[in-house]
């Protein structure tokens, strides 16, 4: 709501239209910085033809919503912002019409003056009851749990289309009110709802909440009735007589309106990504690696769909521990030390994303079954593993794409091979090309009496690793990737990614003539 005092400036006039003739506008800048469009508000002796709410685009505050948001302020044009301003707010007001509820239905929500009271929800559409937990309302078929604390349940009840607001007080203060709308889609749904009322008044609940889900636009609204009567405060064990009740439920009341944004894990996954873009919803993914490459993978795989959708696994394997020295590139937090990176993994991504179906593996990677997946990932950097990885899913035809990254050296390069099918080169074909080039160890660092080999690289090398193969999913999404393609891309000084496409070679065991 604007607020008018001393730092605001107020241009005040009148806008001509065809409907409703000449019309006050107070257009005021919260500011003289001049960085947003001013607000737009229907001036005191106009207050008698427009009536808040009930005329799309006007709130309480006799606000107009003239604008979307999508064109930027421009300080350095003011004729032009000017007319602008003018120019929309007198479209807006030649086109609102009482109680439009097509209009009104767009942004209902809004309408329902929830004063900032804000909950979010996995609902689906066949939910009665649901279940609070903090700022959540999750059904009870969704088994994730978002937040700690106790929960409380809530029920919810359905109209079949959002009734009319018209010769209804808006917005809604008391019962009767809101029982005069309710009805015009359906008493037989205000009859619960005033039997779940008086229920809860029995059971000597003061606030008592509920929700309404309007099924035409799968909008769900909220609603915390408070009762304010003296025997509230009496220790009565017994639950409220009748005649109390009915006294409590005709007595004095404060209605608290909240709104809800309802998600499932598809919606949360595609709200920032392009309708064009792939995701992994529904995909069977194996991640072999739960080290600095497969770890920051793996969360970028969640973020594009990893382990959503009914049919979806994503399956993590790593059977080493997290240890203090990886921290500077891991993706896992130093209290993970001493336990095993693929179990704490799983852990860590379900804690932020509760609604995947993830699964994850210890166990050696001989004793995996490779046959479910679409997509398998060597993010181990262990060339051995990577040759015999690369056998198995040749010989025994396994998966749609089989995709092996690493580190070149010291953070030379980062790599990455993309197999689409195993009638195309495959990595042995890549190790006998003049592609392949074999970083030398024997000159790297010894962490410690064992011989274990330490090479420092920046988890920045990692990360262009990680961007490799989602650079190569993208393609192979798009189709765009048929053939074995090796990828590669120089990181001091970072270059752009070169794209080489790899053939058979006749030395190969697996592609080779004999």
Not at 349 to 373: C, V, W
Request: charged share 25%; net charge negative; hydrophobic share 35%.
């Amino acid at each position: 709501m604007p607020d008018y005092n001393s730092k605001n400036i107020v241009y005040h006039g009148k806008i001509s239209t065809k409907k409703y003739g000449d019309v006050e506008i107070d257009f005021l800048f919260d500011d003289d910085a001049f960085v947003n469009f001013p607000h737009a508000i229907i001036g005191i002796n106009s207050h008698n033809i427009f009536k808040p709410y009930h005329f799309p685009h006007i709130d309480n505050s006799w606000t107009l919503c003239y604008h979307d948001y999508s064109k930027v302020f421009d300080r350095y044009s003011p004729e032009k912002m000017v007319l602008f301003c003018i120019e929309n707010t007198q479209n807006v007001l030649n086109e609102i019409i009482e109680d439009d509820m097509e209009e009104i239905k767009k942004e209902f929500p809004r309408y329902w003056c929830a004063n900032d009271t804000h909950f979010y929800s996995l609902l689906l559409p066949t939910d009665t009851i649901a279940y609070i937990q903090d700022n959540w309302i999750v059904s009870p078929d969704i088994k994730v749990k978002i937040a700690n604390g106790s929960t409380s349940e809530i029920q919810i009840f359905k109209l079949s289309n959002i009734p009319s607001i018209a010769n209804i007080e808006w917005p809604l203060e008391e019962y009767t009110s809101f029982k005069s709308w309710i009805n015009k889609s359906s008493s037989e749904i205000e009859n619960k709802i005033q039997k779940y009322i008086k229920t809860m008044i029995s059971r000597k609940y003061s606030k008592i909440k509920l929700i309404i889900h309007f099924e035409d636009i799968n909008t769900y609204i909220g609603l915390t009735i408070e009762y304010i009567h003296s025997n509230y405060n009496l220790k009565l064990k017994a639950n409220f007589r009748q005649e109390t009740v009915d006294s409590i439920f005709k007595g004095k009341q404060f209605f608290h309106r909240f709104t809800i944004d309802n998600y499932n894990a598809e919606k949360i996954i595609k709200s920032n990504i392009p309708f064009d873009n792939f995701t992994f919803i529904n995909k069977k993914i194996l991640l072999i690696g739960a080290g600095t490459i497969g770890s920051n993978l793996s969360n970028l795989l969640i973020r594009n769909g990893a382990g959503i959708g009914e049919n979806a696994l994503f399956t993590i394997v790593d059977n080493d521990i997290y240890e203090p020295y990886n921290y500077s590139r891991h993706f896992l937090g130093i209290k993970y030390s001493g336990k095993n990176k693929a179990l704490k993994l799983k852990e860590e991504l379900e804690f932020n994303f509760p609604f995947i179906n993830i699964d994850a593996n210890n166990k050696s990677i001989q004793d995996i079954d490779f046959g479910y997946y679409d997509i398998i990932i060597d993010s181990t950097g262990e060339e051995s593993l990577t040759q015999w990885l690369n056998e198995k899913i040749i010989t025994n035809d396994l998966c749609g794409l089989f995709i092996s990254a690493w580190i070149h050296g010291q953070g030379v390069t980062a790599e990455c091979l993309a197999i689409p099918n195993k009638e195309e080169a495959c990595h042995e074909c890549l190790r006998k090309s003049e592609y392949y080039s074999f970083a030398d160890s024997s000159l790297l660092s010894i962490r410690d009496s064992c011989n274990s080999i330490f090479i420092p690289f920046p988890i920045t090398a990692s990360m262009y690793a990680v961007l490799l193969i989602i650079y190569s999913l993208n393609k192979w999404f798009k189709g765009e990737l048929t053939k074995t393609t090796f990828f590669t891309q120089k990181l001091n000084p970072v270059g752009g990614i070169e794209e080489i496409l790899i053939t058979k070679n006749e030395r190969c065991p697996f592609c080779g003539k004999n």
